[in-house]
């Protein structure tokens, strides 16, 4: 038995804010300064008391439509977040309840912006273990929560948003194959080295990064381990129809693509318009290209995550 996926949906904040709102709310930016660093004009900013629980609801209803499936037909709920509502419970069993399910298994995955290949490669392989039937693999995020609005360097980057995917099983394979990597001692170059200790915040709750460590580091790793999954495929690069890399910059969207000699056409892109929503920008993007037909029955899609930890990823996937 394989899995497929059978519907998307995506989920993005009301609020937008463009570079020159950034600024004209007291950020020491321009948008030429982002613009032509990033690719990102602008990022969508949950409303005040909007959790990724909220977001995670309304992207999973919409997968479960496109899915034509009811919730009751889910038994599994994984949620890839770096920003949960609490510490716990976590974001998943909120995300059950919601949607009105009980005793199926439900829970998060950690890890920032690769969550969701993680939360894919899990829910894909519980299915094929015959341990999951349907599962519901969300990326949920509110980045706008551990943002230092000072710290110019960072808080340009990162916007508010969630994408789901359902998870159903297949004599074919649509996930054709999966591959995760994380190096914990390079931890330092991207993390939230906040505490929840004795009632209070312990350390510095916002996200902090080397902006250039982070770019040569994901370059390379997304690189690699996509050519791993075509190598278990048994696939040439040129079997990539669609790239669908994590939006973290358009900057290493492009150096990726060009090492992996997937045409600029032929990668998905939305960090423009949404900037870098970690766990969810790989679910949005995906759902974006398939509602608006870009991806067809037949084709590859490579879905490529690098994040905080550090952790990367790889899923091919084989749309149908
Ligand atoms: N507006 C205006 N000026 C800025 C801004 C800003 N938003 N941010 C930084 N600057 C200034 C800096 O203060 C610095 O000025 P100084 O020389 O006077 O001190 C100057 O610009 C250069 O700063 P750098 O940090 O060296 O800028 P760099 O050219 O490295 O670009 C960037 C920063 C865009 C983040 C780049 O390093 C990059 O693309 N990194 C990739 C990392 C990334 O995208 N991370 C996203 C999260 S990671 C992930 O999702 C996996």
Redesign the pocket.
């Known amino acids: 038995m394989r899995s497929r996926i059978a519907g998307t949906g995506s989920y993005l904040p009301a609020q937008v804010l463009t570079n020159d709102d950034l600024a004209r709310r007291g950020?020491?930016?321009?948008d030429e300064?982002?613009r032509s660093?990033?690719g990102i004009l602008q990022r969508h900013i949950a409303a005040e008391g909007e959790l990724s629980s909220d977001l995670a609801y309304h992207a999973s209803r919409r997968a479960l439509e496109a899915a034509g499936m009811a919730a009751g037909e889910i038994d599994t709920i994984i949620v890839a977040t770096t920003t949960p509502d609490f510490v716990f419970p976590s974001t998943a069993c909120i995300l059950q309840d919601r949607l009105g399910l009980r005793g199926g298994p439900a829970f998060d995955v950690q890890a920032v912006?690769s969550g969701f290949v993680y939360a894919l490669s899990i829910a894909d392989a519980m299915i094929r273990a015959g341990t999951a039937r349907n599962a519901l693999v969300v990326g949920a995020e509110t980045y706008s929560h551990i943002l230092d609005w000072s710290d110019?360097?960072t808080c340009?980057?990162f916007g508010d948003g969630a994408g789901a995917a359902v998870l159903v099983p297949s004599a074919e394979p649509g996930i054709v194959a999966t591959r995760l990597h994380a190096d914990g001692s390079q931890r330092g170059i991207?993390s939230v080295p906040g505490q929840v200790r004795d009632g209070k915040v312990a350390g510095r709750p916002f996200l902090q990064?080397d902006?250039?460590a982070?770019?040569k580091f994901?370059v390379r790793a997304l690189t690699d381990v996509a050519d791993e999954a075509l190598a278990d495929a048994g696939l040439p690069r040129t079997a990539i129809d669609w790239l669908i890399p994590?939006q973290?910059?358009l900057?290493?969207m492009d150096a990726t693509a060009k090492r992996l000699g997937v045409p600029h056409e032929r990668v998905v892109v939305t960090v423009d318009r949404h900037a870098?929503t970690?766990a969810a920008s790989v679910p949005l993007a995906l759902d974006e290209a398939v509602r608006d037909g870009r991806i067809r029955p037949g084709q590859h899609v490579m879905l490529l995550g690098?994040?905080?930890g550090f952790t990367w990823g790889s899923a091919l996937l084989r749309w149908s």
Request: hydrophobic content about 45%; aromatic content about 6%; charged content about 15%.
């Open positions: 950020v020491d930016t321009s300064w982002v660093r990033t912006c110019r360097r340009v980057l991207l990064m902006g250039q982070v770019f994901a994590h973290a910059n900057r290493i870098n970690s690098v994040g905080g």
